[in-house]
């Protein structure tokens, strides 16, 4: 891939891409997500039945982030980030804070970010480290018992999708990566991308559920393919 005509670029990733940083994915091989089903742990309906087993669930998650590290797909969006003349969007449906770690700051947590909190209360959201567990105290307003992870559940609204719309609207490269397109409202961008003249480009392991909607497909390991392309697009 040559960068010719290409200016505005928006990169849309997955669970994939920290999949060798040793974070498992969602849709596993048994369906279940570490276990559980996703029903059981992301609704906030799960929240309302058993909130202690939904905080266990993303303390576990927290904790487990404190063990991992960046790999070279996440290094390498964050150069090309650092490096990219024209416009960049990354946006994220990841939880975990890897991208930041590498260095990427145009960056979106569309569903969220499994280190911070939100407080039912006063509706104030905060970064938070360590446990949060349901007797959690908000540092806002001090509220008790009342902050959530400020996760994006199903059945609720991404965040900042009028900005993502706009720069999928407007950008000249999509790139899909590590995501299996199972879950709307990301898995409509490549739609949109391709509606409005944007090339598209998906890397994952294997054929996603709009892989069609492609442009091209490269597969294969995220750590693998992600610094390839970028140095493609930097030369
Ligand atoms: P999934 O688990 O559904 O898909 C991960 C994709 O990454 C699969 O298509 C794998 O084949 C691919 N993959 C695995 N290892 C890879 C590697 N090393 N390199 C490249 N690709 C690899 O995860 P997401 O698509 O991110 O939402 O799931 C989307 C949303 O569903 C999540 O954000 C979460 C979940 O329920 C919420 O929590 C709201």
Known sequence: ??????????????????????????RGPDGLWEGHRVEDVATPEAFRRDPGLVH????????????????LAHEALARLDEQWPGELLLVTQNVDD????????????????VK??????????????????????CPSCGG?????????????????????????RDCDLFVSIGTSGAVY?????????????????EINLEPSMGSFFFDESRMGKAAELVPRWVDELLA
């Not at 911070?116 to 905060?126: D, E, S």
């Not at 008790?144 to 999928?168: K, S």
Request: hydrophobic content about 40%; aromatic content about 10%; glycine content about 14%.
């Open 98 to 113: 890897l991208h930041e770690r590498a260095g990427s700051n145009r960056l979106i947590h569309m569903h969220g970010q």
């Open 56 to 71: 266990a669930f993303y303390d576990a998650r927290r904790a487990k982030l404190q063990t991992v590290t960046p790999n």
């Open 185 to 201: 409202p990301a898995a409509g961008f490549v739609q949109t991308a391709r509606y409005c003249g944007g090339r598209t480009l």
């Open 116 to 137: 911070k909190g939100w407080c039912l209360r006063c509706g104030n959201r905060f970064a938070w480290d360590g446990a949060m567990g349901t007797g959690a105290e």
């Open 144 to 168: 008790i018992g009342q902050v959530r992870p400020d996760i994006v559940w199903f059945g609720e609204m991404p965040y900042e999708m009028e900005r993502i719309d706009q720069a999928v």
């Open 1 to 26: 891939m040559t960068r010719e005509g290409i200016r505005n670029i928006v990169i849309l990733t997955g669970a994939g891409v920290s999949a060798e940083s040793g974070l498992a994915t969602f």
